[in-house]
């Protein structure tokens, strides 16, 4: 799954065989979630609470980007970086 991003010790991913609703998965330490784009909020996986918080809050303010790497990632096209939460 190619990274896109990296933050805090936490990595976000976008796989190119993704099925809808559109998401993105967040890796931190041994924990792994999916987070809806759209809704920013968890669909499957865990993450702890602050490490959740920096991704809902980076998600937000790259909600165009991710949908914009959604759409590449659909058409198996290379996804673009986002910079990270700093």
């Known amino acids: 799954m190619p990274e ?3 933050f805090y010790g936490i990595k976000i991913s976008m796989n190119w065989s ?5 998401h993105f998965h967040a890796e ?8 809806l784009i ?18 809902l809050a980076w998600a937000e303010l790259h909600k165009d980007e991710l949908m914009q790497n959604w ?9 673009n970086r ?3 939460l700093i």
């Open 28 to 35: 931190y330490a041994n924990y792994k979630a999916s987070v």
């Open 38 to 55: 759209e809704d920013g909020i968890i669909s499957a996986g865990y993450l702890p609470k602050r490490q959740l918080k920096f991704v």
């Open 71 to 79: 759409e590449l990632a659909k058409a198996h096209k290379p996804l």
């Open 4 to 6: 896109i991003s990296l």
């Open 82 to 84: 986002i910079n990270p």
């Open 18 to 22: 993704e099925h809808n609703p559109p």
